[in-house]
Nanobody, 122 residues
Framework: VQLQASGGGLVQAGGSLRLSCVASGSTSSINNMGWHRQVPGKERELVASISRGGSTNYADSVKGRFTISRDNGKSTVYLQMNSLKLEDTAVYYC?????????????????WGQGTLVTVSS
């Protein structure tokens, strides 16, 4: 599974951005998808995740402001970010968890997109 993220950019505090991430390859093997973010000197953190059936999970810091969604037909996951704050500035990475049935059993893995920079200015 390969992932291509887009949609990052520069936005003023209080503004909105929408990130997109398109999966290719064995997309039927994808289970959960999500967005993570990372700032220099800090560990990558989970922002939001969504199951294939649409169940969602959010970091406390983004609840009520960010919305994750996915279109399984388009193999795409989105992150709508509203009311952006300075502390949301980070490189955002999409990821997909997948399972492929092999002769010897299930192979599980996680693929990452290339990262897209979101910069929130005052």
């Amino acid at each position: 599974v390969q992932l291509q993220a887009s949609g990052g950019g520069l936005v003023q505090a209080g503004g909105s951005l929408r990130l997109s991430c398109v999966a290719s390859g064995s997309t039927s093997s994808i289970n959960n998808m999500g967005w993570h973010r990372q700032v220099p000197g800090k560990e990558r953190e989970l922002v939001a995740s969504i199951s294939r059936g649409g169940s969602t999970n959010y970091a406390d810091s983004v609840k009520g402001r960010f919305t994750i969604s996915r279109d399984n037909g388009k193999s795409t996951v989105y992150l709508q970010m509203n009311s952006l704050k300075l502390e949301d500035t980070a490189v955002y990475y999409c990821e997909a968890d997948w399972t492929v049935v092999r002769d010897w059993g299930d192979q599980v893995g996680r693929s990452w997109g290339q990262g897209t920079l979101v910069t929130v200015s005052s």
